[in-house]
């Protein structure tokens, strides 16, 4: 998959285009269900992904609290997981940000990037104020010579819209296989493994410990997980039992994420993790004492390795 993130300077190779156009924040069902239309719309022509870089909700509103799925990263590693190949990942600021909607029509899709067909949903708005509708993107396709296909809202197995609003609240409720039934797959966080306190070591649970920050957080507590080694000498798949939150144990602390990985043993500093989240095992809890909470380690471990066996 190749990223291209400008509009202006686009090697011919990466024009012509069929294009899925949106945030893409989770990749979910309803996303795919986008992107699939794109595929079909050209068959012939490279299939790809418009996004934006920051999100504009994070543009708008910079000090609002922590809401995105996946950071721009996995976001681009799910993507190219489904098949895109090129991703236009553009930056997402004032220049873009004040563009006329027909003026983001004719600069971005048919001089900039060349598109030969885009797919939207249904609600999709553009332009500066959000003034463009996906009525008026039909309206530019015909003018400027571009496809336009609107695609309808799609439903998960249970009925609910498959949004990145319903995926956020339930990930909020400790409910991730809810959120898997709407992502299509397990609910993700990526990143750097970083340094910590060894805390985990000196227990007899070595972890590894990645940050959130960025990131909508979801129910603090104990989870059974699937982890994704992506690169270096353990690449691979590995179960394990991960904890979101603040470690209460140990007084204030950042929200972030530690891992166990079971039947592991190696440095995995600096080391790209997915850590996919299966099933929620318990909330955040102080305990008397380490002999206590080393006695519940063992018993989370125990249960999510069951859990996951049965995957």
């Known amino acids: 998959m190749r990223i291209i993130r400008d509009y202006q300077f686009v090697s011919p190779e990466d024009r012509g285009a069929s294009v899925a156009i949106g945030n893409f924040d989770g990749v979910h069902v309803g996303h795919q269900s986008v992107i699939d239309l794109a595929r079909q719309a050209a068959p012939d022509a490279p299939l790809g992904v418009m996004t934006f870089e920051p999100h504009?909700?994070?543009?708008?509103?910079?000090?609002?609290?922590?809401?995105?799925?996946?950071?721009?990263?996995?976001?681009?590693?799910?993507?190219?997981?489904?098949?895109?190949?090129?991703?236009?990942?553009?930056?997402?600021?004032?220049?873009?940000?004040?563009?006329?909607?027909?003026?983001?029509?004719?600069?971005?899709?048919?001089?900039?990037?060349?598109?030969?067909?885009?797919?939207?949903?249904?609600?999709?708005?553009?332009?500066?104020?959000?003034?463009?509708?996906?009525?008026?993107?039909?309206?530019?396709?015909?003018?400027?010579?571009?496809?336009?296909?609107?695609?309808?809202?799609?439903?998960?197995?249970?009925?609910?819209?498959?949004?990145?609003?319903?995926?956020?609240?339930?990930?909020?409720?400790?409910?991730?296989?809810?959120?898997?039934?709407?992502?299509?797959?397990?609910?993700?966080?990526?990143?750097?493994?970083?340094?910590?306190?060894?805390?985990?070591?000196?227990?007899?649970?070595?972890?590894?410990?990645?940050?959130?920050?960025?990131?909508?957080p979801p129910k603090f507590g104990v989870y059974a997980v699937l982890i994704d080694v992506l690169d270096g000498p353990y690449e691979g798949t590995y179960h394990g039992a991960a904890s979101v939150g603040v470690r209460p144990m140990f007084g204030e602390n950042l929200p972030n994420i530690e891992t166990f990985l079971f039947d592991f043993s190696g440095d995995l500093y600096g080391t790209q993790l997915s850590i996919g989240l299966v099933e929620y095992l318990r909330p955040e809890m102080k305990f008397d004492g380490l002999d206590a909470l080393i006695a519940q380690m063992d018993a989370d471990c125990d249960k999510a390795r069951a859990i996951l066996s049965a995957l």
């Open 56 to 216: 504009p909700r994070e543009y708008f509103a910079p000090d609002a609290p922590p809401f995105r799925l996946t950071n721009s990263e996995a976001r681009a590693s799910r993507l190219e997981k489904i098949g895109i190949e090129r991703l236009y990942e553009l930056p997402f600021n004032t220049a873009l940000a004040t563009l006329e909607p027909r003026e983001f029509a004719e600069q971005v899709i048919v001089e900039g990037l060349g598109l030969k067909h885009v797919v939207v949903g249904a609600d999709f708005c553009f332009g500066k104020g959000r003034l463009g509708t996906a009525d008026d993107l039909i309206a530019f396709g015909k003018e400027f010579g571009f496809g336009v296909t609107i695609s309808p809202l799609i439903e998960a197995g249970d009925g609910k819209v498959s949004s990145s609003t319903n995926i956020r609240a339930a990930l909020t409720n400790g409910l991730p296989r809810e959120a898997a039934e709407m992502l299509g797959h397990w609910h993700r966080i990526e990143g750097p493994v970083i340094g910590g306190e060894q805390r985990g070591r000196e227990l007899g649970y070595p972890t590894a410990n990645m940050s959130i920050d960025g990131l909508h």
